[in-house]
T-cell receptor, first 114, second 111 residues
Framework: DQQVKQNSPSLSVQEGRISILNCDYTNSMFDYFLWYKKYPAEGPTFLISISSIKDKNEDGRFTVFLNKSAKHLSLHIVPSQPGDSAVYFC?????????????FGSGTRLQVQP | ETGVTQSPTHLIKTRGQQVTLRCSSQSGHNTVSWYQQALGQGPQFIFQ???????GRGNFPPRFSGLQFPNYSSELNVNALELDDSALYLCASSTGTAKAFFGQGTRLTVV
């Protein structure tokens, strides 16, 4: 039973355009959400996070939106750059203390075409 | 400030053998978590250690065990290796927040 789902295995966008990566979750206890980026042969790198008390968090070119009623979050990258090409993982936790597991989706491979 | 480091980076073992993977947490981080990432999937939580005590465990059998040392470094031990244990094993450290910092992983191949 996948509690965090990323239904798009891959996404291709043109450089300079917007990339939108989606994530759905089923566990109502999740209240903290994170996005990680992973290049081949490297570990996941933290990108941006959002607490369930917010519906939007922005950091430079990256914005995460949370719709709690729909149990859906999305990551927007504007403008997209070729260096953004990587696998993006959505993760969720039922606590922000760091002493709870992260539950990951299966990832979306983003390809940004020059 | 040093990041999370894992050793070895690659490992080949035979079915039935035992393996130990090591992780040095980021400086000042007292919580270490281990994840298994199979091909084409997201990382799956194995267990977590907080101040040398196991603090949670995912759906993995007892042949997956671990330790955390006083300097907060950690080991993951897997006994009686099976072919399905072939995966990328990721260590992550954190302190006080859900934002975890990951190492580069150990690629384990069981033949």
């Amino acid at each position: 039973d996948q509690q965090v789902k990323q239904n798009s295995p891959s996404l291709s966008v043109q450089e300079g355009r917007i990339s939108i990566l989606n994530c759905d979750y089923t566990n109502s206890m999740f209240d903290y959400f994170l996005w990680y980026k992973k290049y081949p042969a490297e570990g996941p790198t933290f990108l941006i996070s959002i607490s369930s008390i917010k519906d939007k968090n922005e950091d430079g070119r990256f914005t995460v939106f949370l719709n709690k009623s729909a149990k859906h979050l999305s990551l927007h990258i504007v403008p997209s750059q070729p260096g953004d090409s990587a696998v993006y993982f959505c993760a969720a936790s039922d606590s922000d203390t760091g002493r709870r597991a992260l539950t990951f989706g299966s990832g979306t491979r983003l390809q940004v075409q020059p | 400030e040093t990041g999370v480091t894992q050793s070895p980076t690659h490992l080949i073992k035979t079915r039935g053998q035992q393996v130990t993977l090591r992780c040095s947490s980021q400086s000042g981080h007292n919580t270490v978590s281990w994840y298994q990432q199979a091909l084409g999937q997201g990382p799956q939580f194995i267990f977590q250690y907080y101040r040398e005590e196991e603090n949670g465990r995912g759906n993995f059998p007892p042949r997956f065990s671990g330790l955390q040392f006083p300097n907060y470094s950690s080991e993951l031990n897997v006994n009686a290796l099976e072919l399905d244990d072939s995966a990328l094993y990721l260590c992550a450290s954190s302190t006080g927040t859900a934002k975890a910092f990951f190492g580069q992983g150990t690629r384990l191949t069981v033949v």
